[in-house]
């Protein structure tokens, strides 16, 4: 199935941006996950929160909770997140966040996915082998070039490429789309407490 084009996409687009912080306590077997709502790339809307399994599967119930229980719901228009698992490896159904909550979903990573450094991961966590039959589902992140030679690796749900390259544009002011630095800056400080 070909992916919709969103209608419009104004330059004050609400991105919701969902990060952990990349910080998984040793001894800790819950993981902060923050989403925040942003206007674009210039204004912060929002801060959202929940708290996921380190080694768990329940990151995709979670961020659907999250965001359907926020104020914000009504508004968003894309989901972007900073990687496919959380925690030490709670792996997102990118299909199932896009089948329940009716919004486009954007994987942005800096670095292309070690795809055999995460599977070892996932065989060795809790519910391997299912979370490994949906990493199958995922296949190969997109290269994604946009604004002047800049790039990202993406993984797309509901959302076609020119899309994605546009809400990049209007997101991104140094290198990283600004909802997901702050919310990588936010969870960040919320692993140390």
Known sequence: MKPASLRTIKSEIRVVGI??????????????????????????????????????????????????????????????????????SNLVDLQYLFKKLEKPVMVCMSKSLNVGRLKKRLESSCEGKDKLKLLKTFGTPLRLEYDKGKHVYVFLCGINEADAKEILNLTVRDSVPEPLRVAKLIASALQKV
């Open 19 to 88: 990060d952990d912080g990349n910080s998984v306590s040793v001894g800790k077997d819950k993981v902060s996950l923050v989403g925040v709502v942003f206007r674009g790339g210039r204004w912060l809307d929002g801060v959202l929160r929940t708290k996921i399994k380190a080694d768990g599967s329940d990151v995709t119930r979670k961020i659907v909770r999250m965001i359907k229980n926020s104020g914000h719901y009504g508004q968003i228009r894309v989901l972007m997140l900073s990687k496919i698992f959380f925690g030490k």
